[in-house]
């Protein structure tokens, strides 16, 4: 490397050093360029697989006329002028006196006396193009050509490293943010706000102009908006029998990338005509039980839209997609049934409570001998059939309770109770539940601890916190506790059984969550 060359990458070296991400990079190497050089201006255009051409991202010294004409535009490598010269890293200089005159008309356009471009290439991938140029007449000369062109492979060097580290940081973001995004919509209660999160991710990641699901309902996609009272309201129906890339990606269970619509496939038929994005993708929601839906994501601004990482991302989106319409699912499910169950307790509730009343009304009458007198030994089996009827009334009782709580219809009547006067009653309905066990029941119940509550909810309460830690403790005590501390009373169930798994301790009072004994 000659002097000349040195200088000129010690130069962009210094200037690129301080700089943090991939375009401070490209604007150094640009401005190091130009000052090393001496030339007017130096743009940097790199290579885009997705957009297929190459992109100006940084520039130096071109007129304000010039940017706003070129600075967001794709070029197509074919664009430029002494194509084979770049393919074959070698690049090509221009000067207005030694062209043709489609090439001097080129040279006119942008403004410039003298062109020098160079190739980026290393380790055989192609990162982009140097052009420097000059201005009122003046020329590159062979020293400076030399340089640009020896130093070219350096630069692409570090214009590759600032590129990939630049990608790894994006890939960090987008992961970081799926982890954040993928917690929001598995904790979402209903399928048309997984619907909104989805749009709205897909907006963020993509930066497209739409998304949304579409379920696959018997022989048709559906999608869904949120109508007026809040419900959903099917807004498009996709026969499976239509060309769409949303039909494709269902029937093959594989992600469907369109980044040039307007020529493919689905660009002229019916559905394409009133619905025609520039670009999409269509991501299947398929697990192990079979398809439910896609994923789309329309742009309808950009052709050449999604990107390797995107189509990559566009698949995570639909995996934990398909999880939460999966759980969202079966919750509907579970709490179809859990009504169901309701309405089948209340009813079987009132066909059994009627029968038993008539039992205990009748055996009161035949106890009171209404009819006649009765002997001691029928006055026992009387007593018997009482506290039977009564016994099962109470449970018909509890499962018309457990059916208005889950409707929402329980009314509960506070008076004020004495915890110490239920302690008999709990003492002799726990002997039959702690039997053949080395269990014993202990109360510790303070004589002044009185509450407000409704008494039968709080007998059924007790009965059930009790009846839990007997079934679940094989030796030693269950015991229950009340005590006044300040203005109300703490009331406590202990026992020495296994105790609780921590792992559903946080889920305990879920519906459908119980533990293992």
Known sequence: MDVRAADLLWAVHQAVSPAEGYDPVLRAVATALAGAVQCDRVTVFTYSERRAGLVPRADIGSPANVTARFADRVYPLGVFPRLRSVDEGLGYVMARSDVSAAEQAALDDVGVSGLCVVPLRVHGRFEGLLACGMHDGRVFS????????????????????????????????????????????????????????????????????????????????????????GTRVPVIRIPMQAVSASVDAVNTQRLVVVNEYATSRYAHVALSQQFRPAAAMAAPLVDDQGVVGVLVVNDFEEPHSFSPMDQDDAVILATIATAAVRKLTLVDALTTASHAKSEFLASLSHELRTPLNIIVGYAQLLAEETFGPVT??????????????????????????????????????????????????????????????????????????????????????????????????????????????????????????????????????????????
């Open 142 to 229: 062979t020293a400076q050509v030399a340089a640009i062109r020896e130093v070219a492979g350096p630069i692409a060097f570090l214009v590759g490293s600032a590129r990939i580290e630049s990608v790894g940081a994006r890939i960090a973001e987008r992961r970081t943010w799926l982890a954040k995004w993928s917690a929001d919509v598995l904790a979402a209660t209903n399928l048309l706000e997984v619907n909104a999160l989805l749009g709205s991710a897909s907006r963020d990641l993509f930066g497209v102009t739409g998304a949304g699901l579409l379920f696959l309902e018997g022989d048709a996609l559906v999608g869904y908006s949120r109508g007026d009272d």
């Open 376 to 517: 001691a030994e029928q006055g026992e089996s009387l007593e018997r059939i009482l506290r039977t009827a009564s016994d099962q009334l109470g449970l018909i009782n509890d499962l018309l309770d457990l059916a208005r709580i889950e409707q929402g219809k329980l009314r509960c009547e506070p008076e004020p109770i004495r915890i110490a006067a239920l302690v008999p009653w709990l003492e002799e309905m726990m002997v039959p539940l702690l039997r053949d066990r080395p269990v014993r029941f202990e109360t510790q119940v303070a004589m002044d601890a009185v509450v407000s509550a409704d008494p039968e909810r709080l007998r059924q309460i007790l009965v059930n916190l009790l009846g839990n830690a007997a079934k679940f403790t094989n030796q030693g005590c269950v015991r229950l506790l009340a005590c006044l501390e300040q203005d109300r009373v703490v009331i406590t169930v202990e026992d020495t059984g296994t105790g609780i798994d921590p792992e559903l301790s946080a889920r305990m009072l879920e519906p459908f969550v119980h533990g293992e004994g």
